[in-house]
């Protein structure tokens, strides 16, 4: 459904997309929904080809997707996007056909060279695919941001925008981004804040609870999991809204204690972080790490999942059914 009454500029445009993981089967539901014309391009008999084919698409392998496709959305993990762009994408897609985006790193970084007769868009929502899904399903959107990297046609802009009209974005916010500021915020935001940071923060304060002789089951209520709800209140409303719901005692130890804590070194060294990203020395190291097998990725995400935080949390959220995805006939696991 388009944001406005004129007719969305894709109705007669064949989509081909490429990938169907979270975000891929959400967006070609959602354009399907919307009266496109959606194939899925994936490899043969996987568990999503199949899983595509049982939702009625039309499923081909990739190249054989992105031939006669007037947009080719690419929604497939970031390092394997140069290869598949190399081998089925460049030798297919149609002149002044569109490559689409739902995030900038391989194109912003120069690990896809982008035909010079094709336009080059993005479309990122600005949340998970299911959440794309459910929220279009209820009648609304999630917000979505959006870009133009190469207009060779003179329509990039109206072809990306119906784009995000067709996966729902136009019933709630579109803003206009470029693709280098859309890869260098989310890169950052994602380690600096939402993933690295957050996580560090939480594994920092078990630590510091535990080494100081407290239980580790009563560090991991504290630091882990009561942060749900403080994190609900920031994402419902903001600083505001946290503020009016924590106690007058919480609130008085973040303004007195939060600074001491993530000071003026903390921010020196998110700008630290951040030049890493601008400069391209995340992207160079994160490419050489993927060719190389990922063996550091696999030792420091392993060192993760056997940290103690981990060990004492799972045997708690075991004891947590609301946790659990089961019906409700099913009896409870116990932890250990």
């Not at 997309?17 to 891929?24: F, H, M, R």
């Not at 959602?30 to 080809?49: E, K």
């Not at 693709?179 to 989310?186: C, I, L, N, Y």
Request: with cysteine.
């Amino acid at each position: 459904m388009s944001s406005n009454s004129n007719p969305n500029p894709l109705a007669k445009a064949r989509i081909a997309v490429l990938g169907y993981g979270s975000q891929g089967r959400a967006h070609a539901l959602n354009l399907r929904d919307s009266g496109l014309d959606v194939v899925i391009g994936l490899r043969p008999n996987g568990p999503t080809w199949h899983k595509a084919k049982a939702e009625g698409f039309t499923v081909l392998e990739p190249g054989e997707a992105v031939k006669g496709a007037d947009l080719v959305a690419v929604l497939t993990p970031d390092m394997v996007q140069p290869t598949l762009y190399r081998e089925s994408i460049e030798p297919n897609i149609k002149p002044g056909a569109a490559l689409l985006f739902a995030h900038g790193f391989n194109v912003h970084f120069g690990q896809i060279v982008p035909r010079k007769d094709i336009d080059v868009i993005l479309v990122a929502p600005k949340g998970p695919g299911a959440l794309v899904r459910t929220e279009y399903e209820r009648g609304r959107g999630v917000p979505c941001i959006w870009a133009v990297y190469q207009d060779v046609t003179g329509h990039a802009e109206a072809t990306t925008k119906g784009y995000a009209d067709g996966i729902g974005g136009g019933r709630a916010m579109i803003i206009k981004t470029d693709f280098k500021e859309e890869t260098e915020t989310d890169l950052f935001g994602e380690q600096a804040v939402l993933c690295g940071g957050a996580s560090e923060l939480v594994i920092a304060g078990f630590e510091t609870l535990t080494e100081a002789g407290y239980q580790p089951e009563i560090a991991y209520y504290e630091v882990m999991h009561e942060l749900k709800l403080i994190v609900d209140l920031f994402y419902e409303g903001g600083l505001t809204k946290m503020l009016q719901f924590v106690s007058e005692t919480a609130q008085y130890g973040d303004y007195v204690s939060g600074p001491r804590v993530i000071d003026a070194g903390v921010k020196a060294r998110m700008k630290d972080v951040l030049r890493d990203i601008q400069d391209g020395t995340f992207a160079r190291n994160w490419t050489e790490e993927y060719k190389a097998g990922l063996p550091n990725y696999k030792k420091l995400k392993q060192a993760d999942l056997d940290h103690p935080i981990e060990k004492v949390g799972a045997k708690l959220r075991a004891q947590m059914p609301w946790l659990q995805p089961q019906s409700p006939a099913e009896p409870l696991k116990k932890a250990g």
